[in-house]
């Protein structure tokens, strides 16, 4: 499956970095035949140390794509995980959503909780989701748009831009009507940004934006 193929951005001796396509999982699910990013990676590394190891330091939903991150030791997977914690990685990505947006730029904010399916809601009993977007471009149907996340909530981009009313095209499952004429959906992750004290050789990791109007 062509469309399926993960690309590496950049690997050394601690963390390896790619650029995931839609549509392949980050790390198995409950159908263990399903392939899966993680495991894919895993096969990368041992190819050189059949000791090797990889752990997942962010991830990101089967319909995103976009940069992930491994790292190559227990330690610095909790370390790197810890920015994203207190939430001094820079993450940006790009989107197409539904409809002309009333703002240049704003600030979305809701409230998301999950069931013990997995499933995220709006609630207003739930965690705080906080999403800074900047309009790029519109054709008079659709918005290309830029965000900032603040907070990392599971689907909280997709959620945000729904409790907006202009969810995001090629979104199966919060917007099946607006999923019907494309074969991916339009969110991808084209920059991470490490603090400057971050125990790794690079800090800034990019790849080119992969949508246009």
Same mark, same amino acid.
Do not use: W
């Given at each position: ?64 794509? #976009?940069?992930?991150?491994? &790292? @190559?030791? $227990?330690?610095?997977?909790? +370390? ?8 001094? *990685? ?79 095209? #090629?979104?199966?499952?919060? &917007? @099946?009507? $607006?999923?019907?004429?494309? +074969? ?8 991470? *940004? ?20």
């Amino acid at each position: 499956m062509k469309s399926l193929k993960y690309k590496i951005i950049y690997e050394d001796d601690k963390i390896l970095i790619v650029d995931k396509p839609s549509g392949l999982l980050t790390i198995a699910s409950n159908d263990k035949n399903e392939p899966n990013l993680f495991h894919m990676v895993s096969l990368h590394v041992k190819e050189k140390d059949k000791y090797a190891k990889v752990f997942i330091v962010n991830r990101l939903d089967k319909l995103t794509c #976009g940069l992930v991150v491994f &790292a @190559k030791d $227990y330690d610095l997977k909790i +370390k790197l995980q810890s920015y994203f914690e207190d939430r001094t *990685v820079i993450r940006k990505y790009e989107a197409i959503v539904a409809g002309i947006l009333k703002k240049d730029k704003d600030r979305i904010k809701i409230k998301l909780v999950e069931d013990k399916f997995g499933n995220v809601f709006i609630s207003n009993h739930g965690k705080e989701a906080i999403t800074d977007y900047v309009v790029v471009k519109n054709d008079g149907t659709n918005t290309l748009v830029d965000i900032s996340l603040v907070t990392g909530r599971k689907n909280q981009i997709r959620l945000a831009f729904v409790a907006i009313k202009h969810p995001i095209i #090629g979104d199966t499952k919060y &917007a @099946k009507e $607006y999923a019907k004429n494309t +074969k991916r959906m339009m969110l991808n992750c084209y920059e991470l *940004v490490f603090p400057n004290d971050a125990p790794i050789s690079q800090h800034k990791f990019s790849i080119q934006k992969k949508f246009q109007l």
